[in-house]
């Protein structure tokens, strides 16, 4: 049975065609999320299933999640992010206790039952300090790409803390910084651990081992680390991070065209 | 008139209203179609939905007009009393004096939302230095100075001490504007040392006797300040017969909470209990006829029981409410994410237990007030909420957060770690505004989180 | 000896000595303010920095908080939950107008002296409490004289310095800075390092000629009447903190603002300097009136408690006093 999961982010749509029979991706894809959300996610959709060979009539069910799910009229259903992350994140890793997603515009944690459901969740989406959008802020300050960042706090010596809680104001310190001589990589690192101490903040004590982050976020280098240290304890990135959404999405895809009694 | 349980738009409850009045079925004098409460700037109606049922349109209507109430008290000569922070207790003395009413001008906290902000209250509030950092009941202010609303009271009390700040200096600053307020303290409610004398309050909270004796010596003052006002005796044998009158609506309010929050289908929205409740506090100015309209939602429920008939699909997630919202518009959006109420600690379930009858009055209401949940610390509450929700059997709980209110952060932090540890289910923080419209995707995200994670849980 | 943090000047500190303890009166370190204390959004940065340190000092046998604003009642059950050591809550009440408001903190105090026990402490004889009341009333008197004749800011370390050690040898070290716009600092505690603030006031053309912040020297208790101290230590006690000392959170405030009224009027201060911090409610609330019942300018630091936000307070501090030139 083949399924679809299509996670219509604020930032970028993921999509995921899955063979729930064998468990195995059939094709994915990422495009840069637009304001015409319905289109944009059908043309994804309808790219991945010519290059995978299929027509849409293959397609048992489609699920959408994401900040844009309600507007993907081709859907079955939408779930929310906080479950197909969970789902797919537990997939990728067996056993994990708690998830960190750290999209552009907003951060989630999860803490996941022994069974891999979702026990209880916790979510910033009013504050773009704890973001993927400060280290853009970060990037265009820089005049760096988001992909270098990693590269850069890589080469820190002495990370520079980042006070503001606004991002608007931290830029505005960031500046200061770079004025007053202070190298970029130790800004990025500095930024890199307040993203990381504000999510720990959220997370409080419920940081329970083992730690999977996802997210676009997780892709970049750094970020990890600065998260582990922030917790104080190990931090694993999923693998294909920007993905766990649009596959756990496709999995509930799945499991719901197979018990179409719980479909709830 | 027998209606199909179900949630309807305003002009759907109007031609309810119509028909009501085509059959000549008795309205009380404050009915009438809710579309004339938009005329008068309540727009936010217009977003709402309502329990398709004349006892749901009765209460709307007793509580849209409050404050044609308190002018017509006004009028007649009788004395208003304004009583502020402690939720539940003072008005049940003074509604035991003749010719006073009584009620919470921060109860206004609601009328910029019902009003979608139109009235500029909080506009009004700014100006006078008290801005977007407070908690919405910054909105008494402007009323007050403004005077569009409730007339101003002839006695202002507020309860102090064991209160949020924000409240503190929002009383604060009305009184620095020209308004008397007659100030009582509140002590910090604490579990009470091995060798103290103590008490146990309504709902179980322990305490110390030396601070029921506190609180009953600033009831004492209240009640001379009362009796002062109304020129009559407040003795024992009028508080006693106010006490009786209070505990029948609490009465009637506990068997609709229970029926409410635990029948299934859900026989009542919750936008709906939220109201009914908030008539445990100060009896929306006039308690007699609070006893007659949550009597009829009562027997409205009662009815859908039996029937096994309801607003909700079968089923629907239940949720244990945390905490008042000043958008009403959240208890539809709850429904609308497959959630229902489930129980709910709204800050005042003191003023939902029944007040001792076997004690002396002023006792048995010092007491009561003792047991306030703000007043104590965070984890009596938890506690208290982790004993409704397994007497509810909810599955889950959601602590909505008032914007600017000084006790949330903290208050929601200790709360949630307990109740997760304790029972194990999720709790969602949702900071609510006074208008959601803005913020209605993110918010529907977590609500639906919140209702597949019940969902999710239930078929493990 | 055991030491016994506490921040509030409603805490007497004499109490706690003539009980046997080290009372230490904290300047939070703001970087103590962990994320893992409590959440960042909605609470006090000073109550959390508080509350982290009172979390981290492995040394202390106990600490007091006080009801005096709600942020710091709920930052005490944060530390009872997850500290390893005693907390004690003392409800200061916000009303004083009746007999019963001093009778609660006069119950509070021995309340407190129980605590003390428990923790190892010794209720005092009535003569060692008089003796104690006396030495600090004394060491009290000494620490006025001196602060008088300090620079602000060294009078404010010099607060710090007697908090932390009541013994402290003080000497009034240099004479006060000349002047600038004499500007009032009003306002809630300072943390550590934050009297940086008085530096850039100066820097900025200003001189802060009256310290309202709550770690100033408003918040010591009046001299004792050592005649009644005699006769009633404890009630003179509570006469003394309970009785003098002004409070943002007192209701009504009238006294706080009469002591401002009064101390504006006598230093001759041009504009009022607000030190609150974010999240801060009781001074948000003081900011307008102060402007009302002063007529005098007022600027409102709102603070977020951090090193890096003094750039900001610093900008505001530097466009104030060009508005009072």
Same mark, same amino acid.
């Given at each position: ?11 970028? *749509? ?26 944009? +996610? ?12 299929? +027509? ?25 992010? *906080? ?44 504050c773009a300090a704890g973001?993927?959008?400060f280290?853009?802020v970060v ?21 520079s803390p980042i006070s503001s809680m606004c991002v608007v104001f931290a830029e505005t310190e960031i500046i200061g910084l ?9 800004i990025?690192?500095g930024v890199?651990?307040s993203i990381?101490s504000r ?24 970020? +990890? ?25 496709? *999995? ?13 | ?55 749901? $349109? ?175 005796? $407040? ?52 308690? !007699? ?106 599955? !889950? ?64 | ?19 046997? /303890? ?18 960042l ?25 006080? #009801? ?40 509070? %105090? ?36 001196? %602060? ?10 010099? /607060? ?7 013994? #402290? ?41 009256? &310290? ?6 408003? #918040? ?18 509570? &006469? ?38 974010v ?10 009136? %102060? ?11 709102d603070v977020s408690g951090d090193e890096g936000a003094f750039a900001h307070t ?12």
């Open positions: 049975m083949i399924c679809a999961g299509i996670d219509g982010g604020s930032r970028a *749509i993921k999509v995921v065609l899955l063979d729930g029979g064998r468990g195995e991706v059939l094709a994915s894809g990422v495009r840069d999320q637009g304001i015409a959300h319905d289109r944009l +996610a059908r043309e994804l959709f309808e790219e991945l299933l010519q290059a995978a060979g299929l +027509a849409r009539g293959d397609v048992a069910r489609v699920v959408a999640t994401g900040y844009t799910r309600n507007a993907i009229t081709f859907a079955d259903t939408t779930i929310t992010e *906080i479950t197909c992350h969970a789902v797919g994140v537990r997939h990728l890793v067996p056993g994990a206790a708690t998830v960190v997603e750290i999209g552009g515009q907003d951060s989630k944690l999860l803490r996941l039952s022994e069974d891999g459901t979702v026990r209880d969740f916790a979510m910033n989406d009013r973001t993927g959008r280290l853009e990037a265009s300050r820089l005049g760096a790409g988001l992909e270098t960042l990693g590269e850069l706090a890589g080469a820190a010596t002495s990370p770079l004025a007053s001589g202070v190298p970029p990589a130790d990025v690192a890199q651990a990381a999510v720990a903040a959220m997370l409080g004590r419920d940081a329970i081992p083992p730690v999977v982050f996802t997210g676009g976020v997780a892709m970049i280098p750094g970020m +990890a680390q600065a998260l582990g240290t922030a917790l104080r304890m190990p931090v694993t990135v999923a693998p294909e991070p920007q993905m766990t959404g649009a596959l756990g999405a496709a *999995i509930l895809a799945c499991r719901q065209a197979a018990s179409p009694g719980r479909r709830r | 008139m027998s209606v199909t349980p179900k949630r309807i738009t305003i002009e759907e409850m109007d031609l309810l209203c119509r028909r009501q009045q085509a059959a000549g079925a008795p309205m009380p004098w404050y009915g009438g179609p809710l579309n004339r409460h938009v005329a008068d700037g309540d727009r936010r109606l217009l977003k709402l939905e309502y329990d398709a049922s004349p006892a749901a $349109l009765r209460l709307w209507n007793f509580l849209l007009t409050e404050e044609d109430r308190l002018h017509q008290a006004r009028e007649a000569g009788r004395k208003i009393v304004g009583t502020m922070k402690d939720l539940g207790t003072v008005p049940v003395m003074a509604y035991a004096l003749p010719n006073v009413v009584a009620f919470y001008p921060d109860g206004a906290w609601w009328t910029p939302c019902v009003m979608e902000l139109s009235e500029g209250l909080f506009a009004l509030a700014q100006s006078l230095g008290v801005g977007e950092a407070f908690c919405p009941v910054r909105a008494m202010i402007g009323a007050f100075v403004n005077r569009n609303h409730f007339p101003i009271p002839d006695l202002l009390t507020c309860s102090v001490g064991a209160t949020c700040d924000d409240f503190s200096s929002i009383a604060q600053r009305l009184e620095s504007l020209g308004f008397p307020i007659l100030w009582w303290e509140m002590p910090a409610r604490r579990h009470p040392d091995p060798d103290e004398p103590a008490v146990t309050l309504p709902g179980g909270f322990p305490a110390p006797a030396s601070q029921v004796a506190l609180v009953r010596s600033e009831m004492e003052r209240l009640r001379a300040a009362l009796e002062n006002l109304a020129g009559a005796r $407040l003795g024992d044998d009028e508080l006693a017969a106010g006490i009786r009158e209070a505990n029948r609506i609490r009465a009637v309010l506990d068997e609709l909470r229970r029926l409410a929050y635990t029948a299934d289908p859900c026989p009542m929205p919750a936008l709906e209990m939220l109201i009914a409740e908030m008539l445990a506090i100060h009896f929306c100015s006039d308690r !007699a006829e609070s006893a007659a309209v949550l009597g009829e939602l009562l027997d409205e429920v009662r009815l859908r029981v039996r029937q096994r008939r309801g607003v909700l699909p079968e089923g629907a997630a239940r949720i244990f409410w945390v905490n008042p919202v000043a958008d009403l518009r959240m208890m539809n959006l709850l429904e609308d994410c497959g959630g229902r109420l489930g129980g709910t600690e709204f800050l005042f379930c003191h003023a939902l237990d029944r007040i001792p009858e076997d004690l002396p009055p002023l006792e048995a209401l010092a007491r009561m007030a003792l047991a306030d949940p703000m007043v104590g610390p965070s984890a009596d509450r938890a506690e208290r909420i982790v004993r409704d929700v397994q007497d509810f059997g909810a599955e !889950a709980v959601v602590v909505s957060r008032i914007p600017g209110a000084s006790h949330c952060a903290l208050e929601g932090a200790v709360m949630g770690e307990i109740v997760r540890a304790r029972l194990g289910i999720p709790v969602v923080e949702v900071e609510v505004p006074p208008i959601i419209d803005p913020m209605l995707p993110t918010l529907r995200t977590r609500l639906e989180a919140l209702t597949e994670t019940v969902f999710q849980r239930r078929n493990v | 000896m055991k030491t016994v943090l506490y921040s509030s000047p409603f805490v007497p500190a004499e109490w706690l000595s003539a009980h046997g /303890m080290r009372p230490e009166r904290i300047r939070p370190d703001p970087s103590a303010s962990a994320p893992s204390v409590g959440p959004m909605g609470m006090c940065p000073f109550a959390r920095a508080f509350a982290g340190d009172a979390l981290a000092r492995a040394d202390a046998a106990g600490v007091v908080f006080a #009801t005096t604003c709600d942020q710091m009642r709920r930052a005490s059950e944060l530390v009872a939950m997850h500290g390893r050591r005693p907390v004690f809550l003392m409800n200061v009440p916000a009303t004083w107008q009746t007999p019963v408001a001093a009778r609660l903190y006069l119950d509070e %105090l021995g309340r407190l002296g129980r605590f003390l026990v428990r923790l190892g402490g010794s209720e005092p004889s009535r003569e060692a409490l008089c003796r104690t009341l006396e030495a600090w009333d004394a060491q009290r008197e000494r620490l006025r004289g001196a %602060l008088g004749l300090l620079a602000p800011r060294r009078a404010s370390e010099a /607060m710090a310095e007697f908090d932390l050690d009541w013994r #402290t040898a003080l000497t009034a070290s240099g004479p006060r800075a000349p002047g600038g716009t004499p500007v009032a600092l009003v306002g809630g505690p300072l943390m550590r390092g934050h009297t940086q603030v008085f530096d850039t006031i100066e820097q900025a053309g200003g001189a802060v000629v009256l &310290d309202a912040t709550e770690s100033g020297a408003w #918040t010591l208790p009046a001299p004792f009447d050592r005649r009644r101290l005699r006769d009633d230590p404890v009630m003179e006690l509570v &006469d003394a903190y309970f009785g003098t000392i002004p409070g943002v959170f007192r209701r009504p405030d009238e006294a706080l603002y009469a002591y401002l009224d009064r101390e504006l009027a006598a230093s001759g201060a041009r504009g009022i300097v607000v030190w609150r911090y999240w801060c409610d009781l001074w948000a609330a003081a900011v307008a009136r %102060l402007r009302e019942r002063t007529g005098l300018p007022v600027t409102d630091l610093a900008g505001r501090i530097q466009a104030f006093m060009e508005v009072l030139r």
